[in-house]
């Protein structure tokens, strides 16, 4: 028998750019493949949902801090300059806009929550 590396097929590239292998060359290698992926798409996931987490709290702290102020907490040109730095960034034009959608998604959230917290704090007073 011999060793992973000696009969390993490198079928993608992972975190990091490691490369993501199947230890039996015998199996489909499609099929391994996508299992391979699909468990990195899971870990990338599981990133974005820690990150979307902290960017919520940020973004109820930041709500908070503005109702306390007195100050407008909706403001659309900061999502507009968020949209055009994330635009900018994107090699891909059909990519960018695919980021911008999902980040709308992300802003009409992050209002969401902020309104529900607002809306509990005047319960609460």
């Given amino acids: 028998m011999s060793s992973v590396g000696e009969e390993a097929l490198v079928v993608a590239n992972g975190q990091n750019g490691?490369?993501?292998?199947?230890?039996?060359?015998?199996?489909?290698?499609?099929?391994?493949?996508?299992?391979?992926?699909?468990?990195?798409?899971?870990r990338i996931d599981q990133q974005i949902v820690e990150s979307l987490q902290k960017r919520f709290a940020l973004s109820l702290a930041i709500g908070k801090a503005k109702m306390a102020?007195?100050?407008e907490v909706y403001v659309p040109w900061r999502e507009e300059l968020i949209l055009s730095k994330l635009k900018a960034s994107c090699a891909d034009s059909e990519k960018a806009d695919s980021v911008c959608e999902v980040y709308k998604a992300v802003f009409e959230a992050s209002r969401k929550l902020q309104r529900r917290e607002s809306l509990l704090k005047r319960e609460d007073e």
Avoid: K, Q, T, Y
């Fill in 18 to 42: 490691e490369p993501l292998v199947s230890p039996r060359p015998g199996v489909d290698s499609n099929h391994v493949a996508v299992n391979l992926m699909r468990e990195e798409i899971d």
């Fill in 69 to 71: 102020s007195n100050e």
